[in-house]
């Protein structure tokens, strides 16, 4: 079953002699349950092309599809609130609420939009992430994969349609890297997430189902 669909994606900043092309004419599609790596070195446009799916940002042309919904046919309140519910984001950085401990940022999506929070869920997602021990730590207290362990279980608590993840190793030494890219792989086996990654690291982008090469806002392999 197709849960993502990307038609003709062009992103353009500027214009006449600071024109710059940052996505040109991209097109893919991603079936729910798939894990997709998209590797590109800096300025490739892997990073624009991941906040143009999350709807962080909208395209000059071209559509992006979720789960059968043109996500940009919505306005920007609309949109905001599809984000929330349906997409969850990692970043490189965590951007973790530094006065919530682990337990409030993980459920902070929930809180937003006013839903009530499944202690059994909870529970069963601290014990996934391996931060039974540390939910009542402030962000301050944590080590950087804790951090990054954190800021999926924030992603994953809403059960989204599809998570993105914007180089989620990219402040980690190797072995939180190693723990971190196993956790979104069983998130992606036990929780059947569909999960979509981009990194500049191929030895990490291999553990994906397929990996898409960018370069100059275009794909230029797909293995």
């Known amino acids: ?34 894990f997709v790596a998209i ?13 143009l799916l999350g709807g962080v940002d909208r395209p000059t042309s071209g559509k992006v599809y979720i789960d059968g919904k043109d996500i940009y046919d919505f306005n920007d309140d609309k949109l905001a609130i599809f984000r929330r519910r349906q997409v969850g ?5 965590y951007n973790l609420i530094p006065i919530l401990n682990v337990e409030e940022n993980i459920t902070l999506p929930l809180s937003l ?3 009530d929070v499944d202690q059994k869920t909870l529970d069963e997602m601290l014990k996934l992430l391996g931060l039974q021990n540390r939910k009542t730590h402030l962000p301050n207290e944590l080590s ?3 951090q990054q362990r954190t800021s999926i279980g924030r992603a994953l608590i809403t059960n989204p349609t599809i998570i993105l993840a914007d180089e989620p190793t990219g402040n980690l030494d190797s072995k939180s890297s190693d723990e971190i890219v196993a956790l979104l792989k069983k998130s992606n086996k036990e929780l059947k997430q569909t999960i979509i990654m981009i990194t500049h690291n191929m030895e990490i982008a291999k553990c994906a189902d397929r990996i898409l090469k960018i370069e100059d806002g275009r794909i230029v392999e797909e293995v």
């Open 1 to 34: 079953m197709e849960i993502l669909r990307v038609e003709n994606l062009t992103k353009i900043y500027g214009k006449d002699t600071t024109k710059v092309v940052a996505l040109d004419n991209v097109s893919f599609s991603v079936q729910k349950g798939e």
């Open 39 to 51: 590797v590109g070195a800096s300025g490739s446009g892997k990073s624009t092309l991941l906040h």
């Open 89 to 93: 984001l990692i970043y490189q950085f």
């Open 113 to 115: 939009d006013n839903r």
């Open 144 to 146: 950087g994969g804790q």
